[in-house]
């Protein structure tokens, strides 16, 4: 889990943990980009609701590095929904500039 629970609806604080593994497999000075999308996954599938979200298509814009020194905000503004499919935008933000953007398209099982 790289999402930290804030109290407000649909905003986490993103978990850095450099003793990960895979997300940080070797030694770096900034939040890595498979972090933020990892994260972008996980809040999209928070936020989808009730049901089993799978993502099925995410597009990504890097905007600066994530620094390992403040922390960052992951926010979900709901998109557009059809019966079958729900269009998330995903917010990562550190000192309040945007670090990454995501969109996801997910196609929800009920």
Known sequence: MVLS???????????????????????VDHAPGMLMVEAARQAAHAAAGPGFSLPADMECAFHRYGELDAP???????GHAT??????????QQNGHPVFTARTADRTLR
Do not use: M, S, Y
């Open 83 to 92: 019966q079958d499919r729900h269009l998330l935008d995903i917010t990562i």
């Open 72 to 78: 960052c905000w992951v926010e979900v503004a709901p």
């Open 5 to 27: 629970p804030t109290g407000h609806a649909n905003r986490w604080q993103l978990r850095v943990n450099t003793a990960h593994p895979v997300l940080f497999d070797h030694p």
